[in-house]
């Protein structure tokens, strides 16, 4: 049964922003950019913020949330704000105790690896997540005029994907194989399924109160689903994933869609009709998007540790991208995946200035 009900993207919102306009393929003045973890551990920002904070903490306060998104989209003056929080956080409300140590990354405690722990995850407490929804209002209340440009900066709401999701609850964190997620993938066919279908149900609410909140978009992140061969992507991933994207796009939002290390899965990835899909690195621009096809905008793709280069290498880089996408209306500037820590934020800056200098269209 649909539970969500089509509501429209405001108007003005849609029309003014670069970021939202080139998500649909409308032509803008120039390519629009921000960066994947545009607000992490790189910026001296957020560590003064996280020296008092954890980081869980910071997601699950409004203010804190909002204050962290803001600072970094001013800081480096890009065309959009994600919202400042993390994939995992459904996971309190389904019934799986979590938390992220020093050094290691995202723990599950108890890794869900049987049905009857599939069957005892929790659809129904999403109204806990509504501190997500809290912090975007106050985002979006803060960016409501347009800036100096007259551009109206673009507010990305974002989830999980089905896989990436299952992966660490199946896992318990981490991880290099995928062995226990895949053994649940191929070995049990009433688990799989009952899990991605109750993660998709989990997702959509999600997703619902970002955009009444004021998302404009919603980017979905499925960063570890490159683990997968295309066949088996078809098989156990492609069904609800495409069901997820439908069904956030009946909200009255585009869906960015993406993955690392996908060059072989993105034909497939585009038959989910995101508006979008977000290009890692390892395949220029220009051929990616032959993959997707041109019904489809895409995002991307510059390798995140080129930013650790001389600037005049790091230049030419910036430029190849913006070249690769030939101006055309539809793209979308990113990285290839996150920002990491220890990026030098001179390096982070530049490149917006160049994308801005050099992405006339
Ligand atoms: O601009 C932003 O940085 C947005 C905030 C954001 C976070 N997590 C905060 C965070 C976003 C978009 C995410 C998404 C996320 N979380 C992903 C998908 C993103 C991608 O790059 O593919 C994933 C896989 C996670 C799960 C997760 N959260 C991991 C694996 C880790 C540990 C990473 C590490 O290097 O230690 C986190 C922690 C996390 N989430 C941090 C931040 C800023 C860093 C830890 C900290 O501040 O203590």
């Given at each position: 049964v649909?539970?969500v009900?089509a509501i429209?993207?405001t108007?003005?919102?849609?029309?003014g922003?670069?970021?939202v306009r080139?998500c649909?393929?409308q032509?803008v003045?120039?390519?629009?950019?921000?960066?994947?973890?545009?607000a992490?551990?790189?910026?001296?920002?957020?560590?003064?913020v996280?020296k008092?904070h954890?980081?869980l903490?910071?997601?699950r306060?409004?203010?804190?949330a909002?204050e962290?998104?803001?600072?970094?989209?001013?800081?480096?003056g890009?065309d959009?704000?994600i919202?400042?929080?993390?994939?995992?956080?459904?996971?309190?409300?389904?019934?799986?105790?979590f938390?992220?140590l020093?050094?290691?990354?995202?723990v599950?405690?108890?890794?869900?690896?049987?049905v009857?722990?599939?069957r005892?995850?929790r659809?129904?407490?999403i109204?806990?997540?509504?501190?997500?929804a809290?912090?975007?209002e106050?985002?979006?209340?803060h960016?409501?005029?347009?800036?100096?440009?007259?551009?109206?900066l673009?507010i990305i709401?974002?989830?999980g994907?089905?896989f990436t999701l299952?992966?660490?609850?199946i896992?318990?964190g981490?991880s290099?194989?995928?062995?226990?997620?895949?053994?649940?993938?191929?070995g049990?066919d009433?688990?799989?399924?009952?899990?991605?279908?109750?993660?998709?149900?989990?997702l959509v609410g999600?997703a619902q109160?970002?955009?009444?909140a004021?998302?404009?978009?919603?980017q979905i992140?499925?960063?570890?689903v490159?683990?997968?061969g295309?066949?088996?992507?078809r098989r156990?991933c492609?069904?609800?994933v495409?069901?997820?994207?439908?069904?956030i796009?009946?909200?009255?939002v585009p869906?960015i869609?993406f993955g690392?290390?996908?060059?072989s899965?993105l034909?497939a990835m585009?038959?989910?009709?995101a508006?979008?899909?977000?290009?890692d690195?390892?395949?220029?621009?220009?051929?990616?998007?032959?993959a997707v096809?041109?019904g489809?905008?895409?995002?991307?793709?510059?390798d995140?540790?080129?930013l650790?280069a001389?600037?005049d290498?790091?230049?030419d880089r910036?430029?190849e991208?913006?070249?690769?996408?030939?101006?055309?209306?539809g793209?979308?500037?990113n990285?290839?995946?996150?920002?990491?820590?220890?990026?030098?934020?001179e390096?982070?800056?530049?490149?917006?200035?160049w994308?801005?200098e050099y992405g006339?269209?």
């Amino acid at each position: 049964v649909e539970q969500v009900k089509a509501i429209q993207p405001t108007g003005t919102a849609t029309a003014g922003s670069r970021f939202v306009r080139a998500c649909l393929r409308q032509p803008v003045d120039r390519t629009p950019v921000w960066l994947l973890r545009q607000a992490g551990r790189y910026m001296p920002e957020y560590m003064a913020v996280r020296k008092h904070h954890s980081l869980l903490d910071i997601c699950r306060t409004p203010d804190i949330a909002a204050e962290v998104t803001i600072t970094a989209a001013e800081r480096l003056g890009v065309d959009a704000a994600i919202i400042f929080a993390d994939l995992l956080l459904p996971f309190t409300p389904m019934g799986l105790d979590f938390e992220f140590l020093a050094g290691e990354g995202p723990v599950v405690h108890v890794p869900v690896r049987t049905v009857e722990q599939v069957r005892a995850l929790r659809t129904d407490r999403i109204d806990e997540l509504s501190y997500v929804a809290r912090a975007i209002e106050k985002v979006t209340a803060h960016f409501s005029a347009p800036r100096a440009d007259g551009d109206q900066l673009g507010i990305i709401g974002f989830c999980g994907a089905p896989f990436t999701l299952a992966s660490y609850m199946i896992e318990g964190g981490s991880s290099r194989n995928y062995i226990e997620t895949k053994k649940l993938m191929y070995g049990d066919d009433i688990a799989w399924p009952m899990l991605m279908e109750k993660l998709v149900t989990v997702l959509v609410g999600y997703a619902q109160q970002q955009v009444e909140a004021g998302a404009d978009v919603i980017q979905i992140f499925d960063s570890w689903v490159g683990a997968l061969g295309v066949t088996d992507y078809r098989r156990y991933c492609l069904p609800s994933v495409t069901e997820l994207v439908r069904r956030i796009q009946s909200l009255g939002v585009p869906v960015i869609y993406f993955g690392v290390d996908t060059a072989s899965l993105l034909s497939a990835m585009s038959e989910t009709k995101a508006d979008v899909i977000g290009l890692d690195w390892r395949i220029p621009l220009d051929e990616g998007w032959k993959a997707v096809g041109a019904g489809c905008a895409v995002q991307g793709n510059l390798d995140p540790i080129t930013l650790f280069a001389p600037q005049d290498v790091l230049k030419d880089r910036v430029r190849e991208v913006l070249a690769a996408a030939g101006g055309r209306p539809g793209h979308i500037f990113n990285l290839g995946h996150g920002i990491v820590p220890g990026t030098p934020v001179e390096n982070v800056i530049k490149v917006i200035e160049w994308v801005k200098e050099y992405g006339a269209q």
